[in-house]
């Protein structure tokens, strides 16, 4: 079955740019897409078909997928916006989950 | 407003049997794809499964063939996951999600979640 690999933790100072990458076999021949979720909260959905941004997302939100990887780019790094980050493809009939990456704002 | 609503926590012994709801409002129910993700506690998201309530085609994840049914009643726009006989590990939030994608579904992501059923299995 298909699988996407995240790395479990990535640190950035506020107001510093934070990568969050996802990497599965051709993934570039796919849609990724991007949740965010915070304490006792549901996921939030931040990216979708690769680059795109849900109404409401701020601008600071934006995505790539070439290769074998997908990247989060988070400009201009907020204190709200540390939280668990979940990339998302579609596998041979449903969707698959990244395993999450913690995203630290210190 | 487009909303998915969940049915409440559950508390469940082993052995059990069990079925949550999602309903949804504020679009065309039986037009998009629902799924259903589980989070275990301290875990990632795991998907489960999709149905699509228009004709109830349903598509599971292979970890969770045979484990759970995945059902729908579009005449009253919800969505169900049940358990015929619930286990510890079953212990998890569960969340439905809506597929953003009408057409082609594999270019859709959940664009639209739940508040999550939290259900609690003793043994």
């Known amino acids: 079955s298909y699988e996407l690999s995240q790395p479990p933790s990535v640190s950035v100072s506020p107001g510093q740019t934070a990568s969050i990458t996802c990497s599965g076999d051709?993934?570039?021949?796919?849609?990724a897409c991007w949740y965010q979720q915070k304490p006792g909260q549901s996921p939030v959905l931040v990216i979708y078909?690769?680059?795109k941004r849900p109404s409401g997302i701020p601008e600071r939100f934006s995505g790539s997928n070439s290769g074998n990887t997908a990247t989060l780019t988070i400009s201009g790094t907020q204190a709200m916006d540390e939280a668990d980050y979940y990339c998302?493809?579609?596998?041979?009939?449903?969707?698959?989950f990244g395993g999450g990456t913690k995203l630290t704002v210190l | 407003e487009v909303q998915l609503v969940q049915s409440g926590a559950e508390v469940k012994k082993s052995g059990e049997s069990l079925k949550i709801s999602c309903k949804g409002s504020?679009?065309?129910?039986?037009?998009?794809?629902i799924g259903w993700v589980r989070q275990m506690p301290g875990k990632g998201l795991e998907c489960m499964g999709i149905?699509?309530?228009?004709?109830?085609?349903?598509r599971y994840s292979p970890s969770f063939q045979g484990q759970v049914t995945i059902s729908a009643d579009k005449s009253i726009s919800t969505a169900y996951l049940q358990w015929s006989s619930l286990k510890a590990s079953d212990t998890a939030m569960y969340y439905c999600?809506?597929?953003?994608?009408?057409?082609?579904?594999?270019?859709?992501?959940?664009?639209?979640w739940g508040q999550g059923t939290m259900v609690t299995v003793s043994s």
């Open positions: 998302q493809a579609w596998g041979s009939s449903t969707v698959v």
């Open positions: 149905i699509y309530p228009g004709d109830s085609d349903t």
């Open positions: 078909q690769d680059s």
């Open positions: 999600a809506r597929v953003s994608e009408t057409t082609v579904v594999t270019r859709g992501a959940f664009d639209i």
């Open positions: 051709k993934l570039g021949d796919k849609y």
């Open positions: 504020g679009y065309s129910f039986i037009s998009y794809w």
